[in-house]
Each structure stands twice: as structure tokens, then as C-alpha cells.
């Protein structure tokens, strides 16, 4: 079974400034890592995946995250935030031979002007 | 491309009352199909997937069940709501195979009185 820790539950920062939001996965085998945006009262939307090689990954919005296995960390970076990015962000793991996901309890992140 | 329809997005409904919430996916055939439930700071939580007509797993034993009469219908039901069955609903689809990502409706927010 995997598991997945996102350590903070509210991430406030300043507009233009960078930020990262910390996901931590639990797995016995090989895994495949996702993260998710939500913005108020819709459902989730990809921001981005990795499946295997390169370990940093790219995705939409200008975001990325790079897979450390050794810290069995996939924490998400962006350099400059923008208002629009306020939103709640979902980590997930599956792992190999699965196609169910198991979601972290989000992390809110907050864009001050 | 494929699209998810969920529909109602807001539903209030009295205790004890019945519950019928659709989901249709387009633009593929024989996707993997998942109900979720989200409730404010718990993440999301998998309540049945399908991987094909007429076959339905459930993830927590409730009063809740989940139908699929047709490749790309998933149909979530109750008989007699109950106060804790409010919170926001999920419908995601997936190809089949290790590995991919879920794809998620814009939700139905379900308000039991």
C-alpha cells in the first residue's frame, strides 16, 4: 500500500515570490507521482505527473517538480506565483501494477498581493 | 478529446431521502471509472471504481452504492441519505493500466438537512 504526506496544510506567500509545496509518498514498490490543483468548488485538474525518467518534471502553469527517490520526496516549485494560483493543491502516488491513486490531504496555498 | 459530465452540481436533499448522482465520460471507450467523496481537510477519499460494465468495487462499507450500466455511465445511489453523507462528490475517469492519471468532473456539492 502507498501513502502520502503533504506537510503543510496552508502556504501563504507574496505575489512574484517562489514557492514550494512539500509532498512525501510511503511505498513498497516502484510508484508513479501526480500532482493536482483545485480551485473553489470544481473538481481536480493534472498539473503534472511522473512516470519514469527524467526525475523533474514539467507541467502546466508554469509549475514543476522534481522526484527524489532517496527522500521518496516529489515536491512542487514554481519561481513566481501569480494571484491565480491561489488554490488547494493535492499530491498522489500510485504504485506499480495499480491504477487506483491515494491522495495526500492537500495543501492550501494562499497568494498575497 | 475526452470530456466528464457530472451532474447535479448542487443538491440539497432531506435526510432519508433517496440519492441518484450521474457521471458520463466521452471520447473513450472502457475507461476505469471512480467515485470520490471530499470532505473539508480529509483529502479525498475513494469511495468505488469500475474497470467495466457491471463491475463495481467498493472502498468503505456505507449506505451508499454505485452502478454502471453502460461503458461510460457511473451512476452513485442511496436508498435514505444520512447527515454525514454530505460533503463534495467526485467522478474520475482513467485508461486502464498502471500508471495513469485520473481525470476528474467539476464535482456535486450535496447537502443533507
Known amino acids: 500500500a502507498q501513502s502520502v504526506t503533504q506537510l503543510d496544510s496552508q502556504v501563504p506567500v507574496f505575489e512574484e515570490a517562489p514557492v514550494e509545496l512539500r509532498c512525501n509518498y510511503s511505498?513498497?514498490?516502484?510508484?508513479?507521482l501526480f500532482w493536482y490543483v483545485q480551485y473553489p468548488n470544481q473538481g481536480l485538474q493534472l498539473l503534472l505527473k511522473?512516470?519514469?525518467?527524467?526525475?523533474l518534471v514539467k507541467g502546466i502553469n508554469g509549475f514543476e517538480a522534481e522526484f527524489n527517490k532517496s527522500q521518496t520526496s516529489f515536491h512542487l516549485r514554481k519561481p513566481s506565483v501569480h494571484i491565480s494560483d491561489t488554490a488547494e493543491y493535492f499530491c498522489a502516488v500510485s504504485g506499480a501494477g495499480s491504477y487506483q491513486l491515494t491522495f495526500g490531504k492537500g495543501t492550501k496555498l494562499s497568494v498575497i498581493p | 478529446s475526452q470530456t466528464i459530465h457530472q451532474w447535479p452540481a448542487t443538491l440539497v436533499q432531506p435526510v432519508g431521502s433517496p440519492l441518484s448522482l450521474e457521471c458520463t465520460v466521452e471520447g473513450t471507450s472502457n475507461p476505469n471509472l471512480y467515485w470520490y467523496r471530499q470532505a473539508a481537510g480529509r483529502g479525498l477519499q475513494l469511495l468505488f471504481y469500475?474497470?467495466?460494465?457491471?463491475?463495481i468495487s467498493s472502498e468503505v462499507p456505507q449506505n451508499l452504492s454505485a452502478s454502471r450500466p453502460q461503458d461510460r455511465q457511473f451512476i452513485l445511489s442511496s436508498k435514505k441519505l444520512l447527515l454525514s453523507d454530505s460533503g463534495f462528490y467526485l467522478c474520475?475517469?482513467?485508461?486502464?493500466?498502471?500508471?495513469?492519471?485520473?481525470?476528474f468532473g467539476d464535482g456535486t456539492r450535496l447537502s443533507i438537512l
Open positions: 511522473y512516470l519514469s525518467g527524467s526525475t
Open positions: 474520475a475517469w482513467s485508461l486502464g493500466g498502471e500508471g495513469q492519471p485520473q481525470h
Open positions: 511505498s513498497s514498490v516502484s510508484v508513479y
Open positions: 469500475s474497470v467495466g460494465i457491471g463491475q
